[in-house]
């Protein structure tokens, strides 16, 4: 009865809930923790190991991306550079085949052999110019595709650290809403218990006072009624 006592007694009927504390969970890498200050959710170290590795992961793919864009810099790329080498390589070897064929044929200095170097020269330009132009599109376009990959893993890098923050947020939030809904249901319920309580004091007092003469009956009135204070 001492209970009830101190239930109905109060003023407030959510001061019975003072002390109420909901219990935490520890799972999926968070522990959750009610104290004075609210609601608390941290990570485990190792869940804090697993996000920060995933996003290093994105932050080392980004940094190997970005060190394959000069490979691949419009003007300067590795495959212009192998290709132009190839075509001069070529260059050299037929302008010296055809150089000694002129000497041989004793034409070298005259109109006939300049004008053959002539032509194979800007021969050997044409299909220097024609690389030039085809790989400046492939590097345009590789350059583009590296851009985006590198962007993408930059974001993936930062998103997975905000999506760990949204996931505590939205545990933290839902946590709280159903503590707030049980307390508040539960101060309900005793602010009615508390009421029938009192609304019933009356007619238990009169009924026990109508039953009993004098003052023994005043007596045991009041001993009744102290029960409740």
Same mark, same amino acid.
């Given at each position: 009865?001492?209970?009830?006592?101190?239930?109905?007694?109060?003023?407030?009927?959510?001061?019975?809930?003072?002390?109420?504390?909901?219990?935490?969970?520890?799972?999926?890498?968070?522990?959750?923790?009610?104290?004075?200050?609210?609601?608390?959710?941290?990570?485990?170290?190792?869940?804090?190991?697993?996000?920060?590795?995933? !996003?290093?992961?994105?932050?080392?793919?980004?940094? #190997?991306?970005?060190?394959?864009?000069?490979?691949?810099?419009?003007?300067?790329?590795?495959?212009?550079?192998? %290709?132009?080498?190839?075509?001069?390589? *070529?260059?050299?070897? *037929?302008?010296?085949?055809? %150089?000694?064929?002129?000497?041989? %044929?004793?034409?070298?200095?005259?109109?006939?052999?300049?004008? *053959?170097?002539?032509?194979?020269?800007?021969?050997?330009?044409?299909? /220097?110019?024609?690389?030039?132009?085809?790989?400046?599109?492939?590097?345009?376009?590789?350059?583009?595709?590296?851009?985006?990959?590198?962007?993408?893993?930059?974001?993936?890098?930062?998103?997975?650290?905000?999506?760990?923050?949204?996931? +505590?947020?939205?545990?933290?939030?839902?946590?709280? *809403?159903?503590?707030?809904?049980?307390?508040?249901?539960?101060?309900?319920?005793?602010? #009615?218990?508390?009421? /029938? +309580?009192?609304?019933?004091?009356?007619?238990?007092?009169?009924?026990?006072?109508?039953?009993?003469?004098?003052?023994?009956? /005043?007596?045991?009135?009041? /001993?009744?009624? !102290?029960?409740?204070?």
């Amino acid at each position: 009865m001492s209970a009830l006592k101190s239930i109905f007694s109060s003023d407030s009927p959510t001061d019975a809930l003072k002390d109420f504390k909901p219990t935490g969970f520890t799972g999926g890498g968070f522990n959750t923790v009610y104290g004075p200050g609210g609601l608390s959710v941290t990570p485990t170290a190792e869940r804090l190991g697993a996000v920060g590795g995933l !996003s290093k992961s994105f932050g080392d793919l980004s940094t #190997e991306i970005a060190g394959l864009r000069p490979k691949v810099a419009p003007g300067m790329s590795d495959l212009r550079t192998a %290709r132009l080498n190839e075509i001069e390589n *070529a260059r050299t070897s *037929a302008i010296g085949n055809l %150089r000694e064929n002129l000497a041989r %044929r004793r034409v070298l200095g005259s109109s006939f052999g300049a004008d *053959a170097l002539t032509r194979a020269e800007n021969e050997f330009a044409q299909q /220097k110019d024609k690389v030039q132009a085809e790989t400046f599109l492939q590097e345009m376009e590789a350059t583009n595709n590296l851009i985006q990959q590198q962007f993408a893993a930059q974001r993936g890098q930062f998103q997975t650290g905000l999506d760990e923050l949204n996931l +505590e947020a939205d545990i933290a939030s839902k946590l709280s *809403a159903n503590a707030t809904n049980v307390m508040a249901k539960n101060a309900q319920t005793l602010a #009615e218990l508390k009421a /029938k +309580e009192q609304s019933g004091l009356g007619s238990l007092l009169g009924s026990v006072g109508g039953m009993l003469l004098g003052d023994a009956g /005043k007596n045991i009135g009041k /001993k009744v009624g !102290s029960f409740f204070e």
